[in-house]
Nanobody
Framework: QLQASGGGLVQAGGSLRLSCAAS????????MGWFRQAPGKEREFVAG????????YYAVSGKGRFTISRDNAKNTVYLQMSSLQPEDTAVYHC???????????????WGQGTKVTVSS
């Protein structure tokens, strides 16, 4: 399973670090991703990282502000978010083994989500 944490309420311009701890899977076998879903909107990709951290990928919305990283020794993936804006408000989910199937994001494992609220 995947357990996300680190969400909360932050003012615009602030920072948060999300963590996602994995258990019950061979973490280092999986590419990991962060996704978010705002109320009334579809789930969207935020950032991804390959199994060994060698490559990272970002949505345009987070490029330059968000940094994804992982520690395979701790079975944990992180999302460092800075310069947060109200439009970043969403529930953030981590995922293992994600891919896009048609218009939908699918994954072998999804975390339960951690809520991020950015006030203006």
């Amino acid at each position: 399973q995947l357990q996300a944490s680190g969400g909360g309420l932050v003012q615009a311009g602030g920072s948060l670090r999300l963590s996602c701890a994995a258990s019950g899977l061979t973490f280092s076998n999986y590419g990991m991703g962060w996704f978010r879903q705002a109320p009334g909107k579809e789930r969207e990709f935020v950032a991804g990282i390959t199994w060994n951290g060698g490559n990272t990928y970002y949505a345009v919305s987070g490029k330059g502000r968000f940094t994804i990283s992982r520690d395979n020794a701790k079975n944990t993936v992180y999302l460092q978010m800075s310069s947060l804006q109200p439009e970043d408000t969403a529930v953030y989910h981590c995922a293992a083994g994600y891919s896009k199937l048609g218009s939908r994001w699918v994954a072998d494992y999804w975390g339960q989500g951690t809520k991020v609220t950015v006030s203006s």
